[in-house]
């Protein structure tokens, strides 16, 4: 009996925290640019107009949408390219931003950043880790190594992909894997846990 007790409240934990974590992370975001508008809002529309409930938070996710838009098309993306440049070059806030900005976009948008999944030997000969491809190696790290067929492997850690190691690797060390990024992610987080036959089901 307390087996069964003990197996359904595990169930219901793995089931809940994801659920809630995520809920309570967008909650606050959210809310903290909900609060913006609300006093821009207060400032000035509602001198003109009555309050009307639920208009700030819908202005929120229309300008968050907005946002997202505007990144992705070409004028977007170069004003983005001057935003990161300009904050780069400001110590401490640098370093906070670009680690937020790399693990929001591990997470939510990682098929636009990994390549492919692979498998390769790592940290040493014999022991086999996942990998992804993100891209081909800069050119001063080649010429450094003596190398010109090297490619970036970032290797997440587990259950939490979004830190790791950046490596760079030979491609002929590299053996691609059929299965896709979220596939790999699934495995990666559930720190193995997970069935086969589970990877496109969740």
């Known amino acids: 009996m307390f087996g069964h007790m003990k197996k359904y409240l595990l169930t219901g934990l793995v089931i809940v925290i994801p ?26 529309l ?47 806030v640098s370093e906070l931003y670009f680690t937020l900005k790399q693990a929001s976009e591990t997470i939510l948008i990682q098929e636009e950043g990994f390549k492919r999944v692979v498998l390769l030997e790592y940290p040493r000969k014999g022991i086999l880790a996942l990998g992804f491809v993100t891209g081909e190696s800069y050119k001063e790290i080649k010429e450094s190594a003596g190398n010109n067929k090297l490619i970036n492997v970032f290797i997440p850690t587990s259950p939490n992909p979004t830190s790791g190691y950046l490596i760079f690797v030979p491609k002929s060390e590299v053996k691609d894997v059929d299965i896709s990024v979220q596939e790999a992610m699934k495995i990666i987080i559930s720190g193995g846990f997970i069935k086969r036959e589970e990877w496109k089901e969740k």
């Open 19 to 44: 659920v809630a974590a995520t809920a309570y992370i967008f909650y606050y975001v959210v809310r903290w640019f909900n609060s913006i508008i609300e006093d821009l809002l207060s400032e000035f």
């Open 46 to 92: 509602y001198r003109y107009l009555p309050e009307i409930p639920g208009l700030s938070m819908m202005i929120s996710l229309i300008l968050i949408f907005v946002i997202g838009f505007f990144a992705s098309i070409s004028i977007g993306k170069t004003a983005l390219k001057y935003v990161d440049r300009w904050i780069g070059k400001i110590p401490l």
